[in-house]
């Protein structure tokens, strides 16, 4: 146990710092660049929207099921099939908080490798969906489709890096550290090596794995830094860190439905190869982990304690992700008196933030809608007007989500 606890602190200690900075710098884009600008650069059926489309999801904070109703609402908002195929798979795979996390654990080679596969991989799905995939709606972005947030901007970055992301991934995160954790105390040294004499059968193994689950871009990073220490070829690890956040069964559904089956099979069959084919890159060229000063700290079962910088990041980011994480969980008990104007209805399919806001962004088109509030964790959706609930479902269901019917525990 002692050595669990030692591990689990040793990891934290190196992640935290990055992680910190990374949360930072997505809440500066998240408030500063406007939501109009994606949206501008990928409404035309060309290859240059699909370059788009990856290099602007590519630093985006935004995992598998969070980029599903945003590359929806992109959808709706006329960007080409190919644009939102290059989005959906390249955006999960990386962010700007999960490119520093793995500098910080797996070193500056993985670092500069996982954009690098998300950019080609979502350029090369985007194209394959504009050459095979027939896009009939495609057209210009029109002035109305971004809500503007209002208030100081810097308590909304403040707000967004710090509570609302932590509230996204925060417990994602935790699971990923833990497992690195356990995995660095319970599984055998040289596990692995089993299948060292065939690294494709690693890579394999890792891919029934990890894509039918949901794995966190950045809560992947200690698990694959334990694997790897545990005779996961590093080629495989890459696999992980591409083909686990970039999908999961929740999301394959929802895409199947919202786009079409074609899309669906080349948006798999895409993610799949080339995080392969990457792999076995990674492999053929012998790119392992170059580890920073820390790096043995890290993942090492007598690992010491981080030093007083670390220490202290470690400490805020521990405080950020129980006050979050808590107030996720208390909301689920709130129950605010019913507004007699508003009407609440059971919506399945939300997990985050952006789930609410996509959520809430699909009803303001809809005729007698005058507010409309959505929680994640309670699963409701609160209407405020005379709208008809049928013209309410077809919002909520067209934006990708499950719409159940008027809530009776309100």
């Known amino acids: 146990m002692n050595g669990f606890f030692r591990s689990l602190l040793a990891v934290t200690g190196e992640m935290s710092p990055y992680l910190l900075l990374g949360f930072l710098i997505a809440g500066i884009l998240h408030v500063f660049v406007p939501g109009r600008f994606y949206s501008k650069y990928l409404s035309r059926n060309n290859r240059l929207s699909v370059l788009y489309a990856a290099l602007l999801g590519i630093p985006l904070p935004l995992c598998s099921c969070g980029v599903i109703p945003t590359a929806i ?3 709706n908002e006329k960007a080409s099939k190919g644009a939102v195929a290059s989005f959906l798979i390249a955006t999960p795979q990386t962010g700007i908080d999960s490119i520093l996390a793995t500098f910080s654990v797996l070193g500056l080679g993985f670092a500069i490798i996982r954009p690098v596969a998300a950019l080609v991989t979502g350029v090369c799905g985007g194209l394959l969906v504009n050459r095979f995939v027939r896009d009939d709606a495609s057209g210009e ?3 109305d489709s971004c809500r503007v947030e209002t208030g100081n901007k810097v308590w909304r970055v403040l707000r967004y890096a710090y509570f609302d992301m932590i509230q996204n991934i925060g417990l994602r995160l935790v699971i990923g550290l833990l497992v690195a954790a356990l995995i660095q105390v319970l599984v055998p040294d040289e596990f692995f090596l089993h299948f060292g004499s065939n ?20 809560g992947s990073i200690p698990v694959a830094a334990a694997l790897i220490l545990k005779g ?15 999908v999961n069964l929740a999301s394959i559904l929802v895409v199947r439905k919202s786009l079409g089956s074609r899309f ?14 990457f792999g076995l890159l990674v492999n053929a060229f012998g790119i392992n982990i170059a580890p920073m000063a820390g790096q043995d700290a890290c993942c090492a079962s007598e690992a010491a304690v981080p030093g007083p910088f670390k220490l202290v990041c470690t400490i805020l980011l521990t405080l950020f992700i129980v006050f979050a994480l808590s107030m996720k969980f208390f909301s689920r008990f709130t129950h605010k008196e019913a507004d007699p104007d508003s009407a609440v209805y059971t919506v399945e399919g939300m997990h985050c933030s952006h789930c609410e806001a996509a959520v809430v962004r699909a009803l303001e088109s809809v005729e007698g809608v005058e ?13 405020k007007g005379t709208a008809a609930e049928a013209d309410i479902r077809a919002a909520v269901e067209k934006a990708g989500y499950t719409f159940k019917g008027k809530n009776t525990n309100k």
């Open 371 to 383: 507010s409309a509030k959505a929680s994640a964790p309670r699963k409701t959706l609160t209407v």
């Open 141 to 143: 972005v029109t002035e």
């Open 232 to 246: 996961l070829s590093p080629g495989a690890a890459l696999v992980m860190l591409m083909a686990g956040p970039a």
């Open 199 to 218: 690294p494709l059968l690693q890579m394999l193994v890792i891919l029934i794995v990890a894509v039918p689950m949901y794995i966190c871009s950045t």
């Open 264 to 277: 669906t099979v080349i948006y798999l069959l895409v993610i799949v190869g080339f995080s392969i084919l």
């Open 73 to 75: 609402g992109l959808r």
